[in-house]
T-cell receptor, first 114, second 115 residues
Framework: GNSVTQMEGPVTLSEEAFLTINCTYT??????LFWYVQYPGEGLQLLLK?????DKGSNKGFEATYRKETTSFHLEKGSVQVSDSAVYFC?????????????FGKGTKLSVIP | EAGVVQSPRYKIIEKKQPVAFWCNPI?????LYWYRQNLGQGPELLIR????????DSQLPKDRFSAERLKGVDSTLKIQPAELGDSAVYLC?????????????FGPGTRLLVL
């Protein structure tokens, strides 16, 4: 079956530090990959996505590259801000296997301190 | 454009009581999903609708959970009777038809506490 594994948190960084949150996946078909963010007290918001190998998704200074050879989709940002404090979820949808269900990782909590 | 709307935002009930959650998807989104998110975990799909048809309900605990999407727009998820283990956040999401990547847009969720 499909699965997503992301690095466990919590992660605490100082403002302007470099961020990497690792994400690897297992899929039976041809997945699309997503990063969702959940700010305190709010619902999940799509941060970025990539639909095929070597695609790079980017948004708000965050980026992630779909690496089929390593089955990875690591999230990066060059300089984090306090406002980036949230829980980040890596997810996939395996439409190639006929399923549009999103399979999520457990989430990584990021705290950015001034 | 309005996002996915859910109500109530919070609900506290005693075990064995019934509870219902309501969702209004983004206009034009034919596909609707209900997810359950346990504390410290990612969301897990309960049921997916294409218009008014439930096309994937394999992970819905049918002994106590039910859902409906009359007229293919709003949806209601019900639990009867609720158990302590049902305490979680219930998320509704919707997506456009015909898009390969099927990006899902989530509502704010209903946080349920069963005492």
């Amino acid at each position: 079956g499909n699965s997503v594994t992301q690095m466990e948190g919590p992660v605490t960084l100082s403002e302007e530090a470099f961020l990497t949150i690792n994400c690897t996946y297992t899929a039976t078909g041809y997945p699309s990959l997503f990063w969702y963010v959940q700010y305190p007290g709010e619902g999940l918001q799509l941060l970025l996505k990539a639909t095929k190998a070597d695609d790079k998704g980017s948004n708000k200074g965050f980026e992630a590259t779909y690496r089929k050879e390593t089955t990875s989709f690591h999230l990066e940002k060059g300089s984090v801000q306090v406002s980036d404090s949230a829980v980040y979820f890596c997810a996939l949808s395996d439409h190639g296997a006929g399923s549009y269900q999103l399979t999520f990782g457990k989430g990584t909590k990021l705290s950015v301190i001034p | 454009e309005a996002g996915v709307v859910q109500s109530p935002r919070y609900k506290i009930i005693e075990k064995k009581q019934p509870v219902a959650f309501w969702c209004n998807p983004i206009s034009g989104h034919n596909t609707l999903y209900w997810y359950r998110q346990n504390l410290g975990q990612g969301p897990e799909l309960l049921i997916r609708y294409e218009n008014e048809e439930a096309v994937d309900d394999s992970q819905l605990p049918k002994d106590r959970f039910s859902a409906e999407r009359l007229k293919g727009v709003d949806s209601t998820l019900k639990i009867q009777p609720a158990e302590l283990g049902d305490s979680a956040v219930y998320l509704c999401a919707s997506s456009l038809p015909g898009t390969p990547e099927k990006t899902q847009y989530f509502g704010p969720g209903t946080r349920l506490l069963v005492l």
